[in-house]
């Protein structure tokens, strides 16, 4: 079985920054890769970051220039640094995970960790 843990979220005012952090623990083999996806009230679950084994990354195009996805390999880790935030990124922020394990290859989903940007 595999977790992902969310930390990091939190109320900000535009323009701050906020980190946020994904561990993923458990029968992992491989994380073929991790990012981040989040979901505004009455809006369709969106990608924001996603970064690959290897260090490719993608953006979506409203965070390109603000945030930025790293990882830590021996940490299992994700993050997502989150600058000059915009009211507009207000929203519940996701983990997402494509692991392989000793049975299968799936995705994994954190809990969710909500973000508030007030203007």
């Known amino acids: 079985q595999v977790q992902l843990v969310e930390s990091g979220g939190g109320s900000v005012q535009a323009g701050g920054s906020l980190r946020l952090s994904c561990a993923a623990s458990?029968?992992?083999?491989?994380?073929?890769?991790m990012g981040w996806y989040r979901q505004a009230p009455g809006k369709q679950r969106e990608l924001v970051a996603r970064?690959?084994?290897?260090?490719?990354?993608n953006y979506a195009d409203s965070v390109k220039g603000r945030f930025t996805i790293s990882s830590d390999n021996a940490k299992n880790t994700v993050y997502l640094q989150m600058n000059s935030l915009k009211p507009e990124d207000t929203a519940v922020y996701y983990c997402?995970?494509?692991?392989?394990?000793?049975?299968?290859?799936?995705?994994?989903w954190g809990q969710g960790t909500q973000v508030t940007v007030s203007s």
């Open positions: 458990g029968s992992i083999f491989n994380i073929n890769a």
């Open positions: 997402n995970a494509d692991i392989t394990t000793t049975w299968n290859r799936r995705d994994y």
């Open positions: 970064i690959i084994s290897g260090g490719s990354t």
